[in-house]
């Protein structure tokens, strides 16, 4: 049987992700600790705390991969124009912003997705920290299993 204690260590688990907002890598520190030194006290938590890392660890796999397929498109954007043969350094070097071109509409597009993405990340922490406090269970959605 759960009692109070183990629901609210669950609860605290996936609620100190939010402390990347204070603290570097605070989402990842966190629930680290939390889970660490308290993963023998109960599955309950030990499980949550699995969850919580996992997430936590996938979503920032996804950021990396969603940031290394758009930071370029923007770069070839910015210098597609230049000359490498004929470099004169940044002498006649002008950005023409009234002309978009695809690849600008692909990175902008990868953007939108990764601002959409990170409001669904704070709704399923929050999804999971009441599941949590209810006892229940919850798997995140789209997770990697690092920690099994």
């Given at each position: 049987m759960l009692d109070n204690h183990h629901k609210n260590l669950a609860t605290f688990i996936h609620l100190s992700t939010f402390s990347?907002?204070?603290?570097?890598?605070?989402?990842?520190?966190?629930?680290?600790?939390?889970?660490?030194a308290?993963?023998?006290k109960?599955?309950?938590?030990d499980k949550h705390g699995k969850q919580a890392i996992n997430f936590q660890i996938s979503v920032l796999?996804?950021?990396?991969?969603?940031?290394?397929?758009?930071?370029?498109?923007?770069?070839?954007?910015?210098?597609?124009?230049?000359?490498v043969i004929n470099f004169n350094g940044f002498h006649d070097f002008h950005i023409n912003v009234g002309q978009p071109s695809p690849l600008l509409y692909i990175g902008g597009g990868l953007g939108a997705l990764a601002i959409i993405a990170f409001?669904?990340?704070?709704?399923?922490?929050?999804?999971?920290?009441?599941?949590?406090?209810?006892?229940?269970?919850y798997k995140y959605p789209f997770t990697i299993n690092f920690l099994k």
């Open positions: 990347r907002f204070i603290i570097p890598f605070g989402n990842f520190i966190g629930p680290v600790v939390l889970w660490a308290n993963k023998d109960s599955d309950f938590i796999l996804y950021a990396i991969i969603i940031g290394t397929v758009s930071v370029p498109f923007f770069i070839f954007k910015l210098f597609g124009e230049m000359d409001i669904i990340e704070l709704a399923l922490i929050v999804k999971a920290s009441l599941s949590a406090r209810d006892g229940l269970i």
